[in-house]
């Protein structure tokens, strides 16, 4: 049912942990299956690039993997080009994942939007086709 890659990141993720005085931090849940998702960035304020990324999940074992794989997939990105980082990207990186798991993938790519918005809005800039994430469910 689980691809390798999903079954690889799930036992062994990849960046778990947190980033001290972090460039953005995003936290999204999703209220169906009560999954929590929150992502690190450390961006370098002259290039925008993302020089570290680091995700804490309390969810199912698709949310972890999914998590595990996007951070791996906006580090070295610019700010811009992580939103190339959607869900649908990061499950073909996976090589799929079941259906009934689709939202989990869902929920790595609101964690990143919603890491990169509070970037954007700290340090008052935009970011293009970044919409201001509903999901994002703060500190607590
Ligand atoms: Fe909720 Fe996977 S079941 S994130």
Redo the contacts with the bound molecule.
């Keep these: 049912m689980y691809s390798e890659k999903v079954m690889d990141h799930f036992t062994n993720p990849r960046n778990v942990g947190e980033i001290e005085d972090a460039s953005g931090v995003g936290t999204v849940g ?1 209220a ?4 929590i998702m929150r992502i690190y960035l450390d961006v370098d304020d002259e290039t925008k690039v993302i020089k570290d990324c680091k995700f804490k999940t309390f ?2 074992g ?2 972890v993997a999914t998590s595990s794989m996007a951070t791996e997939l906006v580090m070295g990105k610019t700010i811009y080009e992580a939103l190339e980082v959607t869900n649908k990207a990061v499950m073909e990186a996976l090589d799929g994942l079941p259906p009934v ?1 689709v ?2 993938s869902l ?1 790595a790519e609101e964690a990143i939007h919603a890491a990169l918005w509070d970037y954007a809005k700290k340090n008052n800039i935009e970011i293009e086709g970044l919409e201001e994430p509903k999901a994002d469910i703060g500190d607590e």
Excluded: F, I, S, Y
């Excluded at 169906?32 to 999954?35: E, R, V």
């Design positions: 999703n169906k299956c009560g999954d969810g199912c698709a949310a798991k939202h989990c929920l």
